[in-house]
């Protein structure tokens, strides 16, 4: 009897604590969050509107510039052609830097109007020797290649790049390609996008879509091929085709050097570079075009450790840069007043701040919560329609993993909570907010030694494994799972079971490729 007293007692409590205090804080959250859900379902809307209507009528942007093969001119010569540098940045890259220099010395393009500049930062003093050795292999075959190294790693790969523009032989070069170190280029790159730039003077940038070899390798790869598919299917897409912008992706993109000169060349107060770099020279009324036609190899990040890092440096750096420019984006007066709208609200507010935000705050924690204040409802609407909808226009760009939406669905909320935290940091320019962590690539070398050793379990250390916020995430969601099972009114079970378990096996690292330390 004491026992049912003292419950009563303190569920009483609980009630009396709860309702002028979490109540109506869990209610504006929830009317905080379908304001962005709402934000990000017209965004949505609006970019699957355009793209149809591109694809109906045709009108990409590549189709708005002249593009014309190069000829040959008996009184020049080869002087007809533009000297073009090609930029490897690389970082320690055991595994792939030979597939990198050798796709780049295969470019078809006059012998003598290429430079191949390889851009290393290595602190492993072997491997700079084996690179340099590779170098001078190509070199010895006729190929105009150099070597260039640092006694530092200031600005990383920024500051890798910069150092690069200022080496004496640059100044006869009038574009700058750049292919990050897991990048395969076709041999006939430079003929499909040097024309753009050399018969459009207006245009600055020429952007090839990537083409991912390892996509297959394991669920996760296959989640990152829906997510990235999209962006370059449709954001970049649409971009183009309207307002001439969109974000550099860093690689697989040839630059007029001119105008990267004009933007004021590479910067690295953030981690986003490229993106730093796009939108100045976008202000100073440089055009972009995006050829999703031409597509270039690379490696998607298979380690849930080499991808987690990877997410944070895409989600801060760009929220730190919207914190950086967003008013010099304001004051520009060089661009129309609707692209300075689209680039702000569009491109960096909700596609990379509120997408983030409302994945994870929504999704994860104000509507399990609503489970445990019944008082606290969320409209049909905004439980379910709304990210229905979203969900579909994200995975169209991928047809064949559209039998993995579900997965897909609750991988992205995982990694919505390091996008989200990486969010915070890069607004806030709190602690890591410039950590820079090279992406891990395994590269087809490693594939073939550990098929060549057979399989065998890997020695498990729970410490290298063991992910503590996806953990406590995990137990959150279950707790309001089965809460909602015995007390609750909102149905919502199934999915939180289901979201919570995709929390448990991301925190216990059952994910991803798992490579063991001695290999």
Same mark, same amino acid.
């Given at each position: 009897?004491?026992?049912?007293?003292?419950?009563?007692?303190?569920?009483?409590?609980?009630?009396?604590?709860?309702?002028?205090?979490?109540?109506?804080?869990?209610?504006?959250?929830?009317?905080?969050?379908?304001?962005?859900?709402?934000?990000?379902?017209?965004?949505?809307?609006?970019?699957?509107?355009?793209?149809?209507?591109?694809?109906?009528?045709?009108?990409?942007?590549?189709?708005?510039?002249?593009?014309?093969?190069?000829?040959?001119?008996?009184?020049?010569?080869?002087?007809?052609?533009?000297?073009?540098?090609?930029?490897?940045?690389?970082?320690?890259?055991?595994?792939?830097?030979?597939?990198?220099?050798?796709?780049?010395c295969g470019l078809?393009?006059?012998?003598?109007?290429?430079?191949?500049?390889?851009?290393?930062?290595?602190?492993?003093?072997?491997?700079?020797?084996?690179?340099?050795?590779?170098?001078?292999?190509?070199?010895?075959?006729?190929?105009?290649?150099?070597?260039?190294?640092?006694?530092?790693?200031?600005?990383?790969?920024?500051?890798?790049?910069?150092?690069?523009?200022?080496?004496?032989?640059?100044?006869?070069?009038?574009?700058?390609?750049?292919?990050?170190?897991?990048?395969?280029?076709?041999?006939?790159?430079?003929?499909?996008?040097?024309?753009?730039?050399?018969?459009?003077?207006?245009?600055?940038?020429?952007?090839?879509?990537?083409?991912?070899?390892?996509?297959?390798?394991?669920?996760?790869?296959?989640?990152?091929?829906?997510?990235?598919?999209?962006?370059?299917?449709?954001?970049?897409?649409?971009?183009?085709?309207?307002?001439?912008?969109?974000?550099?992706?860093?690689?697989?993109?040839?630059?007029?050097?001119?105008?990267l000169f004009e933007?004021?060349?590479?910067?690295?107060?953030?981690?986003?570079?490229?993106?730093?770099?796009?939108?100045?020279?976008?202000?100073?009324?440089?055009?972009?075009?995006?050829?999703?036609?031409?597509?270039?190899?690379?490696?998607?990040?298979?380690?849930?450790?080499?991808?987690?890092?990877?997410?944070?440096?895409?989600?801060?750096?760009?929220?730190?840069?919207?914190?950086?420019?967003?008013?010099?984006?304001?004051?520009?007066?060089?661009?129309?007043?609707?692209?300075?709208?689209?680039?702000?609200?569009?491109?960096?507010?909700?596609?990379?701040?509120?997408?983030?935000?409302?994945?994870?705050?929504?999704y994860c924690v104000?509507?399990?919560?609503?489970?445990?204040?019944?008082?606290?409802?969320?409209?049909?609407?905004?439980?379910?329609?709304?990210?229905?909808?979203?969900?579909?226009?994200?995975?169209?760009?991928?047809?064949?993993?559209?039998?993995?939406?579900?997965?897909?669905?609750?991988?992205?909320?995982? @990694?919505?909570?390091?996008?989200? $935290?990486?969010?915070? #940091?890069?607004?806030? &320019?709190?602690?890591?907010?410039? %950590?820079? !962590? /090279?992406?891990?690539?395994?590269?087809?070398?490693?594939?073939?030694? @550990?098929?060549?050793?057979?399989? $065998?379990?890997?020695? #498990?250390?729970?410490? &290298?494994?063991?992910?503590?916020? %996806?953990? !406590? /995430?995990?137990?959150?969601?279950?707790?309001?799972?089965?809460?909602?099972?015995?007390?609750?009114?909102?149905?919502?079970?199934?999915?939180?079971?289901?979201?919570?378990?995709?929390?448990?096996?991301?925190?216990?690292?059952?994910?991803?490729?798992?490579?063991?330390?001695?290999?």
């Open positions: 009897m004491d026992r049912l007293s003292s419950g009563s007692e303190s569920g009483m409590a609980w009630e009396q604590g709860s309702v002028p205090l979490i109540v109506p804080v869990l209610r504006l959250m929830v009317v905080v969050c379908l304001a962005m859900s709402v934000m990000l379902f017209l965004e949505r809307v609006y970019m699957g509107i355009v793209i149809v209507g591109i694809k109906l009528l045709k009108k990409k942007g590549v189709k708005k510039y002249k593009w014309e093969p190069m000829k040959e001119d008996l009184e020049l010569g080869n002087g007809a052609y533009p000297m073009v540098l090609v930029q490897i940045p690389m970082f320690n890259e055991k595994e792939v830097y030979q597939l990198s220099i050798g796709a780049a078809s393009w006059p012998s003598d109007r290429i430079i191949i500049q390889v851009l290393d930062d290595s602190t492993d003093s072997t491997l700079k020797e084996l690179v340099g050795a590779e170098c001078r292999r190509w070199a010895n075959k006729g190929i105009n290649i150099k070597y260039e190294i640092r006694d530092n790693r200031n600005g990383y790969k920024a500051g890798a790049l910069q150092e690069g523009m200022k080496q004496s032989y640059v100044k006869y070069c009038d574009y700058v390609v750049i292919f990050d170190a897991d990048f395969q280029p076709e041999a006939d790159f430079l003929w499909r996008t040097i024309p753009f730039l050399v018969h459009n003077p207006e245009l600055a940038l020429v952007q090839a879509r990537w083409k991912f070899v390892n996509a297959d390798e394991c669920l996760m790869t296959r989640m990152q091929e829906m997510s990235l598919d999209y962006h370059f299917t449709v954001e970049q897409e649409v971009g183009s085709a309207t307002y001439a912008f969109f974000g550099f992706n860093g690689t697989a993109g040839v630059w007029r050097i001119s105008a933007a004021g060349g590479w910067k690295s107060r953030t981690t986003v570079e490229d993106m730093d770099l796009a939108v100045r020279a976008s202000l100073k009324g440089w055009k972009f075009v995006y050829v999703g036609e031409l597509k270039v190899k690379n490696e998607l990040p298979s380690t849930f450790k080499a991808y987690r890092y990877q997410q944070h440096r895409w989600s801060c750096g760009p929220a730190n840069l919207f914190r950086k420019m967003a008013m010099e984006i304001l004051r520009n007066k060089k661009v129309t007043l609707w692209k300075k709208l689209y680039v702000i609200y569009s491109f960096f507010f909700v596609r990379k701040i509120v997408a983030h935000l409302v994945t994870f705050i929504f104000v509507m399990p919560a609503t489970v445990l204040v019944p008082e606290v409802h969320v409209p049909k609407w905004g439980a379910v329609y709304i990210p229905s909808v979203i969900t579909i226009l994200n995975a169209v760009g991928t047809p064949r993993s559209l039998h993995l939406l579900v997965f897909w669905v609750l991988f992205e909320n995982v @990694m919505s909570l390091h996008r989200t $935290k990486a969010t915070f #940091i890069g607004l806030l &320019e709190a602690s890591r907010v410039n %950590e820079w !962590i /090279v992406t891990e690539k395994l590269g087809d070398a490693f594939k073939m030694r @550990m098929a060549s050793k057979g399989f $065998k379990k890997p020695r #498990i250390r729970i410490g &290298e494994r063991l992910h503590l916020l %996806e953990l !406590i /995430v995990g137990i959150y969601l279950f707790v309001c799972g089965c809460y909602d099972i015995a007390l609750g009114k909102n149905h919502y079970f199934l999915y939180l079971f289901l979201q919570s378990m995709a929390f448990f096996i991301a925190g216990f690292g059952y994910i991803g490729t798992f490579v063991p330390n001695n290999s």
